[in-house]
């Protein structure tokens, strides 16, 4: 029997979704794209998607068009952690310093939460870098206003409509990456000894940051899709004198969640009743995957109570080292920390971005980046779900670069770990991300890169050490 | 009567001693190396410099060759100020943050202390800068190890050899600035509450890092030609539990003196006996006039109590942001907060920064920094000594760029540079380089920058508005 011309782009369309190039829950190409793209008219259009529909791959929604359906055989979230008490261990400081530390020869890496910086559309940020440095441009070697250039925060209040927030130049401060902006937002609102609420997990930089500062951290049990349980939050504020709440609350490292709005809401609502500051890392928003971005906590506040930190290095590239600080009511003391912490911030990183900018690239290669991201989350977690044990539960990211995945509860990630070593293969173990002992057998990997083979052959590498760490588990040796 | 050959050679050697191009102390050229330039016998030299003394403008020094002798009409040194207690008072920020402000349009500004920028052999850096850039080096977008790159620690531990250490890149870490170096030095050694020691005055940057970091403050009576006391400081160190002693021993800013090695030996000695750590400031280190440069503190130190803190910020440009810290026993510490501080260094600029050295460039440029800063700092005193009061007293820096002038104590430099605003000139105010509220009638000037008509104008400027200043005072206008 011959394929008609709707059964073709039917299969052609679930074979897309099935090596997840659509992945689950996208909207799929309207009617009139496929149309064109495919030389067929609308009517065989329709019908393919009727097709997938009996097939129960896609669903209609009234007005927005088709999208992808919930896969049936998705892997399980990861499980959310309960309530811990404050702690004051010791930190996983020589684990991190290991995970930062210079790379091998030859080494793939998963560890950091690098984007990709390889891709053409950055060319022009270089090459307005190099143009500033040729000019001998006096204004890139001089120092410069300690809150940053005022052409860059005027084009960051621009960027930051998008996330809800209507700022001036006034309103920001330029720092050496969202790591200073992140350092002074908790010394704006802390001192040595507070008591300041994350998620669990949380960023492992954050958390040592907040033992550097002698803060006590209390982790917050975390939904892997709707973020920091304000329910668990609020008896949390009732029971302790917290003094900060800090969250990531847009594509969050690791798990990649967007909090979902009415959440946001109801956690600023809180910050107020108890008079609590909430510092809001919101270095991955532009990353996050569905348009319009979510709005930011920051956008919300009308009490400068929210200090946003973010950074170009996410977007952009994370050698330019320029991040910055909207600091709400704080900015008189955010000023003094960055004029004592580190002076101003180099002059040419942060002019050639204003150049990237103003000649429009930025928005273009951030909706390429957005589109590689998620392009490389449906292939990645194809390749976990089929190298990786089964009952191994992965994030659902909806933004930013990063997978949490969650083994079985006999295998340790850093013994893990040192085994791949062998291989010359790393990851992000699930310990550092957590203060209080938790995540042992968790692991967060960055999908940013261009998936090619070599990256494949690393994902099945390390699924055939955790099966054989598993099989020897089961034969009684002991995994440590 | 003919003028002889020695008289005319003498005549052009004392012309060049009064228009300071040969400054008091400085010695002279070589018999042998006058002789070849002027074409005249080694005996004709000699007859010269043998008048020069006679007119006690040169001395001879046996051995060592001909100096100028110290001026007769030499202006006075600043004052020794006496022991301040310990300070806690809010520290003069709203100053400090109008001096670290943009600049307004055509100001004519002393305030910064900033080297000069926009001399042509600083041309092969910004090559650099702008050929790494051009070539899209990944390196440059990426993160970095967070102790820098390894060649540049590598470059900088050589460099470190004419300071007399012997150090490798293990000992060093790159860092945003000197000024994020010493908060780090400051934060491995003191915790909030405990007592730094100071030099007095001190740059106002460092009291207010001291201040913000919650450190209290000992400001001990530092000479302008030997630096800090060690006889006060070590009453101090006998009375108070002091913490750390934080000195800038080469150059100091603001008072320019280089402290003599018999007193570094004694200070370590003293920081040894009272277990003390020593936080070394030698931003200025490399831009002393005489040759070899000073030894550092840290170089007599074999235990790893010395922190040494610097920067390319004074010798390159400060709009590059790298410097470092060599932590001495507290690499780990450092290394931990620079992680979470602000994270890695931007690449871009470390790397241009080791194509500048490794080509050769550096120690050719810093060589004829050094010489246009001496040569200014002649003309510059001439100026002063001109336009300003007779009694004003003035410091005799031995490197860097800054020049310390106190006035007559009835003129407070904060009114003085209100009134000058007027005119679209500023200057550094006394008052920021202490917390104890001393140093209202000093001011800092930079004569980094080539010293065109428009610069000695607006030093008469600031000469007439001292006189009306003080003749105000005089007829019994309140000055206040």
């Known amino acids: 029997m011959a394929i008609t011309r709707y059964q073709n782009l039917a299969s052609i369309l679930s074979q897309r979704i099935e090596q997840g190039l659509y992945p689950a829950g996208i909207r799929l190409p309207s009617i009139r794209v496929l149309s064109k793209e495919h030389g067929v008219s609308i009517t065989t259009v329709q019908q393919a998607y009727r097709e997938l529909e009996d097939q129960q791959l896609v669903e209609a929604r009234p007005k927005s068009g088709y999208f992808v359906s919930p896969l049936k055989t998705r892997p399980e979230l990861p499980a959310v952690c309960s309530m811990s008490q404050c702690s004051l261990s010791i930190p996983q400081w020589d684990q991190v310093l290991e995970m930062v530390g210079p790379l091998k020869d030859g080494e793939i890496t998963f560890?950091?939460?690098?984007?990709?910086?390889?891709?053409?559309?950055?060319?022009?940020?270089?090459?307005?870098?190099?143009?500033?440095?040729?000019?001998?441009?006096?204004?890139?070697?001089?120092?410069?206003?300690?809150?940053?250039?005022?052409?860059?925060?005027?084009?960051?209040?621009?960027?930051?409509?998008?996330?809800?927030?209507?700022?001036?130049?006034?309103?920001?401060?330029?720092?050496?990456?969202?790591?200073?902006?992140?350092?002074?937002?908790?010394?704006?609102?802390?001192?040595?000894?507070?008591?300041?609420?994350?998620?669990?997990?949380?960023?492992?930089?954050?958390?040592?940051?907040?033992?550097?500062?002698?803060?006590?951290?209390?982790?917050?049990?975390?939904?892997?899709?709707?973020?920091?349980?304000?329910?668990?939050?609020?008896?949390?504020?009732?029971?302790?004198?917290?003094?900060?709440?800090?969250?990531?609350?847009?594509?969050?490292?690791?798990?990649?969640?967007?909090?979902?709005?009415?959440?946001?809401?109801?956690?600023?609502?809180?910050?107020?009743?108890?008079?609590?500051?909430?510092?809001?890392?919101?270095?991955y928003g532009e990353l996050s995957f569905g348009y319009p971005r979510p709005a930011t906590i920051t956008s919300m506040d009308d009490e400068g109570r929210v200090l946003l930190c973010s950074s170009f290095s996410k977007t952009l590239a994370p050698g330019l080292r320029v991040g910055w600080i909207a600091p709400g009511s704080y900015m008189?003391?955010?000023?003094?920390?960055?004029?004592?912490?580190?002076?101003?911030?180099a002059s040419l990183t942060q002019l050639a971005i204003v150049e990237f900018i103003k000649q429009g690239h930025y928005h273009k290669h951030v909706r390429r980046m957005r589109g590689q991201y998620q392009r490389n989350l449906a292939i990645m977690t194809g390749w976990i779900t089929k190298y990786f044990p089964c009952g191994t539960r992965i994030s659902r990211p909806q933004g930013g670069c990063l997978l949490w995945i969650e083994l079985?509860?006999?295998?340790?990630?850093?013994?893990?770990?040192?085994?791949?070593?062998?291989?010359?293969?790393?990851?992000?173990?699930?310990?550092?991300?957590?203060?209080?002992?938790?995540?042992?057998?968790?692991?967060?990997?960055?999908?940013?890169?261009?998936?090619?083979?070599?990256?494949?052959?690393?994902?099945?590498?390390?699924?055939?050490?955790?099966?054989?760490?598993l099989s020897r588990s089961g034969f009684g040796n002991s995994v440590k």
């Open 111 to 283: 560890v950091s939460a690098a984007p990709d910086v390889s891709v053409s559309s950055l060319r022009p940020l270089t090459r307005a870098l190099s143009h500033l440095s040729q000019r001998h441009d006096l204004r890139t070697l001089s120092y410069d206003d300690v809150r940053g250039s005022l052409e860059l925060r005027e084009q960051i209040a621009r960027l930051l409509i998008d996330s809800g927030s209507h700022m001036d130049a006034g309103n920001i401060m330029i720092t050496n990456g969202c790591r200073e902006a992140l350092s002074i937002a908790v010394r704006c609102v802390c001192a040595p000894g507070d008591i300041v609420a994350v998620e669990s997990p949380s960023f492992h930089g954050s958390l040592q940051l907040l033992h550097g500062l002698g803060m006590k951290v209390l982790e917050i049990p975390t939904d892997p899709v709707n973020g920091i349980s304000v329910e668990a939050l609020e008896l949390a504020l009732d029971q302790w004198p917290v003094k900060a709440i800090m969250v990531t609350p847009t594509a969050h490292n690791p798990l990649g969640y967007n909090m979902p709005l009415e959440r946001r809401q109801a956690l600023l609502k809180l910050a107020q009743h108890y008079d609590v500051a909430i510092v809001e890392d919101d270095v």
């Open 332 to 345: 008189n003391r955010a000023v003094h920390m960055k004029y004592t912490g580190s002076g101003s911030t």
């Open 408 to 469: 079985d509860h006999g295998i340790d990630t850093q013994r893990l770990n040192a085994l791949l070593a062998e291989h010359n293969i790393s990851i992000a173990v699930g310990a550092v991300f957590s203060t209080a002992g938790k995540f042992h057998s968790c692991m967060r990997i960055n999908y940013a890169q261009p998936l090619t083979a070599d990256i494949e052959n690393a994902i099945r590498q390390i699924g055939v050490v955790i099966h054989q760490l």
